[in-house]
């Protein structure tokens, strides 16, 4: 469906873009920091902030501006309409237990994952996550599974839109080298990062992939670094998350 230019609202798509401007990295923003990153002047970023903190979705303490839990409304509807949620919460619920660490799905949007569910057994991050949680892809399992199931030019196109941030010491972070690492995943079937998010995690992920032989979200398990390799950790983890994603594949459509 295409749509008119004139019966688009200017100022609802500016609010959203100033919601979208709190990140995990970017939870509390000055005015001139949010107009910075969403693209507006200071006159219409203030205005956007000073509305949504009147809603109740930010709190404002006289310079800087948070998101209130409130804002979660706008996307916990969404996701509890979505099936996907619904089916997997229940295998990432026994996977967890099974194997005593935090599992989770989510699925591409842009340059991000976003989680859809999580069965959680210990906090291995600093930051809590939780569904509608977003994360960056490129330095992230899941993030890389899904963009090793685009098509080269698209995942690079992404990859390539704005500068990677270097997270911790081992964040990979050059686009021809992520190149490479996508290849390895498709190669062999899973992608494995440690500590490229946040010193001490690390996480293994494969694609969940429907009946229909199409990607449409990834799951992990997140844990503790350690000594062992990355390559013993493979064996110990992907056999149960191979087995939930061939269980997943026979029901999803």
């Not at 194997?99 to 989680?115: F, H, K, M, N, R």
């Not at 990677?164 to 990979?172: D, E, G």
């Not at 429907?210 to 449409?216: C, F, I, S, T, W």
């Not at 503790?224 to 950790?233: K, L």
Request: hydrophobic share 45%.
């Amino acid at each position: 469906m295409e749509t008119k230019q004139s019966d688009m609202m200017g100022g609802l798509a500016k609010g959203l873009r100033v919601i979208e401007a709190f990140t995990v990295d970017t939870p509390r923003l000055s005015i001139s920091e949010a107009a910075a990153i969403a693209g507006l002047d200071r006159a219409t970023t203030r205005r956007c902030l000073l509305t949504l903190a009147e809603q109740g979705y930010c709190a404002y303490d006289g310079k800087f501006f948070t998101v209130t839990p409130r804002v979660l409304r706008l996307g916990t509807g969404c996701l509890a309409t979505m099936p996907l949620p619904r089916i997997v919460q229940p295998w990432l619920d026994d996977l967890s237990e099974k194997i005593g660490q935090s599992t989770s799905v989510a699925i591409l949007d842009e340059s991000e994952i976003v989680y859809v569910a999580r069965a959680a057994q210990r906090k291995v991050m600093s930051i809590a996550l939780m569904p509608g949680s977003r994360l960056p892809a490129y330095c992230t399992s899941m993030g890389r599974v899904l963009l090793a199931a685009l098509p080269e030019d698209k995942a690079r196109s992404l990859l390539g839109a704005a500068p990677l941030a270097r997270r911790t010491p081992h964040t990979m972070t050059a686009v021809e080298r992520l190149m490479t690492e996508l290849e390895t995943v498709r190669a062999q079937g899973y992608a494995a990062v440690s500590e490229e998010v946040e010193l001490g995690l690390r996480s293994i992920a494969v694609p969940i992939v429907n009946a229909r032989g199409q990607v449409v979200a990834a799951l992990n398990t997140g844990f503790p670094a350690s000594s062992e390799t990355m390559e013993t950790v493979a064996l110990a983890f992907l056999p149960p998350l191979l087995h939930v994603r061939k269980e997943l594949s026979r029901i999803l459509n």
